[in-house]
């Protein structure tokens, strides 16, 4: 079983910050790219930002120059590092990666329970 754990939400007022982490624990053979999400109200989950088992990053528009995604391949864990917060960050924040279990298992896609990141004055 593999398992997501999100940590680091919560309220922030505008122009604050937050750092957000993902831990993958259970049955790992591999993580290739790991990602995070973000769903407000009444609205679709959107991609925040990926970054590939490399290294490579991306990120969504709304958030280049003020989000930056980052990994520790050896504790399995990703973060999201997020400066200068404007109301419209205010979302559940989830976070997905591509794991294989074995090494003879196609990889599968894996979501955390999402932590709530409250932006208010």
């Known amino acids: 079983q593999v398992q997501l754990v999100e940590s680091g939400g919560g309220l922030v007022q505008p122009g604050g910050s937050l750092r957000l982490s993902c831990a993958a624990s259970?049955?790992?053979?591999?993580?290739?790219?790991m990602a995070w999400y973000r769903q407000a109200p009444g609205k679709q989950r959107e991609l925040v930002a990926t970054?590939?088992?490399?290294?490579?990053?991306n990120y969504a528009d709304p958030v280049k120059g003020r989000f930056t995604i980052s990994r520790d391949n050896a504790k399995n864990t990703v973060y999201l590092q997020m400066n200068s917060l404007k109301f419209e960050d205010a979302a559940v924040y989830y976070c997905?990666?591509?794991?294989?279990?074995?090494?003879?298992?196609?990889?599968?896609?894996?979501w955390g329970q999402g932590t709530q990141v409250t932006v208010s004055s």
């Open positions: 997905n990666a591509g794991i294989r279990r074995r090494s003879w298992v196609a990889e599968a896609n894996y």
């Open positions: 259970g049955s790992i053979f591999s993580i290739n790219a």
């Open positions: 970054i590939t088992s490399g290294g490579s990053t």
